[in-house]
């Protein structure tokens, strides 16, 4: 083999290693969508939610929580139609969470993990202008706390706006993640002891940010604490 | 010391009366009489009484000997090689050093601990299933180990936000009851609520 055909070869290997090496975009999440439907999902719905899925990935929207959704349906035994409606349902929800992100000032692309924690605070029954309120303040991925916290307020029939200030001033005083849903557990816990709701509120108001934590589990049952067998594939999610 | 007057002898012996003798040597022998009456009275204290004494008591007990041995003050003669000591000391300081570890699995950054608790009085199998398992069942069984109906299971999850339900006798599908936080599952029914925060804050 002379120096020019070696050099050749040398060149179409190199080639061949780095094509073989580049990762092909999308066709990956794609086949790994449909690997962890089938079996799970009735086989006739799965073309049509790959193809929701594939699309709402587009638009970059957070997958795994449409492909937990889908395997849901199928591990309750739900009829594919109805699957395919959670999910186009679900794609609604988190297509209007990001509208809401953005609107609120944050720079697309928005997070996976701060789409869902809005979806979820709307779920639980936020409105959206108190979802706005939060967003706004909080400019960082410490909303999926605050959001929470203050669902849990409006759970227990706080009003919204109060329990918002409560949460915000929380978060003013240096206070963050699960110190924030502290704050709410406080509050329902002076409701329980026969305070009013703004009696509750503004109780907590006055300990911030030195509210008591809530109880943590004992360390036995640290000895027990066991991984589930299959674990969840997906991005982080809130808090 | 004064000599006694012969006829003291001879009255303390008894050879002569008392009243024969002068006042003043019938006081003395009213004086020896007395004291040889108070003798009497007082107990033996002979050395040789007193070891016949304490070789007839009984033996001590093992009890009584080992108060004794430990109330009695001990000499004690300590040893120490300067070496042995510094390696000895440098492990007492590791030891007080290096905190202890806890057992258990070891929890990541974004870990933490879940705790199920739920009533099924009846129930032949109870699971825990939701967002973190891929809904799948058996992956997480609950226990009740003293059969009073209260199921019970700790698992390590990601710290974050999960659904989940409880599947009874493997068909019946419910909500926690003690969640406190729910969602619509989209298929007509509430998934419980899981917010896990992280173990190491």
Same mark, same amino acid.
């Given at each position: 083999?002379?120096?020019?055909?070696? $050099? *050749?070869?040398?060149?179409?290997?190199?080639?061949?290693?780095?094509?073989?090496?580049?990762?092909?975009?999308?066709?990956?999440?794609?086949?790994?969508?449909?690997?962890?439907?089938?079996?799970?999902?009735?086989?006739?719905? #799965?073309?049509?939610?790959?193809?929701?899925?594939?699309?709402?990935?587009?638009?970059?929207?957070?997958?795994?929580?449409?492909?937990?959704?889908? #395997?849901?349906?199928?591990?309750?035994?739900?009829?594919?139609?109805?699957?395919?409606?959670?999910?186009?349902?679900?794609?609604?929800?988190?297509?209007?969470?990001?509208?809401?992100?953005?609107?609120?000032?944050? $720079?697309?692309?928005? $997070?996976?993990?701060?789409?869902?924690?809005?979806?979820?605070?709307?779920?639980?029954?936020?409105?959206?202008?108190?979802?706005?309120?939060?967003?706004?303040?909080?400019?960082?991925?410490?909303? +999926?706390?605050?959001?929470?916290?203050?669902?849990?307020?409006?759970?227990?029939?706080?009003?919204?706006?109060?329990?918002?200030?409560? #949460?915000?001033?929380?978060?003013?005083?240096?206070?963050?993640?699960?110190?924030?849903?502290?704050?709410?557990?406080?509050?329902?816990?002076?409701?329980? *002891?026969?305070?009013?709701?703004?009696?509750?509120?503004?109780?907590?108001?006055?300990?911030?940010?030195?509210?008591?934590?809530?109880?943590?589990?004992?360390?036995?049952?640290?000895?027990?604490? *066991?991984?589930?067998?299959?674990?969840?594939? +997906?991005?982080?999610? $809130?808090? | 010391?004064?000599?006694?007057?012969?006829?003291?002898?001879? =009255?303390?012996?008894?050879?002569?009366?008392?009243?024969?003798?002068?006042?003043?040597?019938? &006081?003395?022998?009213?004086?020896?009489?007395? =004291?040889?009456?108070?003798?009497? &009275?007082?107990?033996?204290?002979?050395?040789?009484?007193? %070891?016949?004494?304490?070789?007839?008591?009984?033996?001590?007990?093992?009890? !009584?000997?080992?108060?004794?041995?430990?109330?009695?003050?001990?000499?004690?003669?300590? !040893?120490?090689?300067?070496?042995?000591?510094?390696?000895?000391?440098?492990?007492?300081?590791?030891?007080?050093?290096?905190?202890?570890?806890?057992?258990?699995? !070891?929890?990541?950054?974004?870990?933490?601990?879940?705790?199920?608790?739920?009533?099924?009085?009846?129930?032949?199998?109870?699971?825990?299933?939701?967002?973190?398992?891929?809904? =799948?069942?058996?992956?997480?069984?609950?226990?009740?180990?003293?059969?009073?109906?209260?199921?019970?299971?700790?698992? %390590?999850?990601?710290?974050?936000?999960?659904?989940?339900?409880?599947?009874?006798?493997?068909?019946?599908? %419910?909500?926690?009851?003690? =969640?406190?936080?729910? %969602?619509?599952?989209?298929?007509?029914?509430?998934?419980?609520?899981?917010?896990?925060?992280?173990?190491?804050?």
């Amino acid at each position: 083999m002379n120096r020019r055909a070696r $050099t *050749r070869c040398g060149a179409a290997l190199l080639l061949g290693l780095v094509t073989g090496l580049m990762p092909v975009p999308r066709a990956l999440p794609a086949q790994s969508v449909r690997a962890r439907l089938e079996g799970r999902v009735p086989a006739t719905s #799965i073309p049509v939610i790959d193809s929701l899925i594939r699309e709402a990935g587009r638009e970059g929207l957070p997958t795994d929580l449409l492909v937990q959704k889908a #395997i849901e349906g199928g591990a309750k035994h739900v009829s594919g139609e109805r699957i395919v409606k959670a999910v186009e349902l679900n794609i609604d929800q988190l297509r209007r969470a990001q509208a809401l992100l953005v609107s609120a000032g944050d $720079t697309p692309p928005v $997070t996976p993990s701060e789409v869902a924690a809005v979806v979820w605070a709307r779920k639980r029954g936020l409105d959206s202008m108190t979802v706005t309120q939060i967003v706004s303040a909080i400019p960082d991925e410490r909303r +999926g706390a605050a959001l929470h916290a203050v669902a849990d307020l409006v759970a227990h029939h706080f009003p919204a706006d109060s329990a918002a200030d409560l #949460i915000l001033a929380a978060v003013r005083q240096g206070m963050h993640g699960g110190r924030l849903l502290d704050v709410s557990y406080a509050a329902v816990q002076e409701l329980q *002891r026969g305070h009013s709701h703004s009696e509750a509120l503004a109780m907590v108001q006055h300990q911030l940010p030195n509210v008591p934590a809530q109880p943590t589990p004992p360390k036995s049952s640290l000895e027990r604490a *066991r991984r589930p067998l299959a674990a969840s594939h +997906g991005e982080p999610a $809130t808090p | 010391m004064n000599p006694i007057d012969p006829r003291v002898h001879q =009255a303390l012996d008894g050879e002569i009366s008392p009243d024969s003798l002068p006042p003043e040597l019938r &006081r003395q022998v009213e004086r020896l009489e007395g =004291a040889a009456a108070l003798l009497a &009275r007082v107990p033996e204290l002979g050395v040789e009484r007193r %070891v016949m004494a304490s070789i007839s008591r009984p033996a001590p007990t093992r009890v !009584r000997r080992l108060t004794r041995w430990l109330v009695t003050p001990h000499s004690l003669v300590l !040893r120490v090689r300067p070496l042995w000591s510094v390696a000895l000391a440098a492990v007492a300081v590791l030891f007080a050093i290096i905190p202890v570890r806890e057992t258990g699995p !070891r929890l990541g950054q974004e870990e933490g601990i879940a705790q199920f608790v739920a009533r099924f009085p009846g129930a032949q199998s109870v699971a825990v299933v939701g967002s973190f398992n891929d809904w =799948a069942e058996g992956s997480i069984p609950m226990e009740d180990q003293d059969h009073d109906g209260v199921w019970r299971a700790s698992v %390590v999850l990601p710290a974050g936000t999960h659904e989940y339900m409880f599947v009874v006798d493997g068909e019946r599908w %419910v909500a926690d009851p003690l =969640a406190g936080r729910y %969602v619509e599952d989209d298929f007509g029914r509430e998934n419980s609520l899981l917010i896990v925060r992280p173990a190491h804050r």
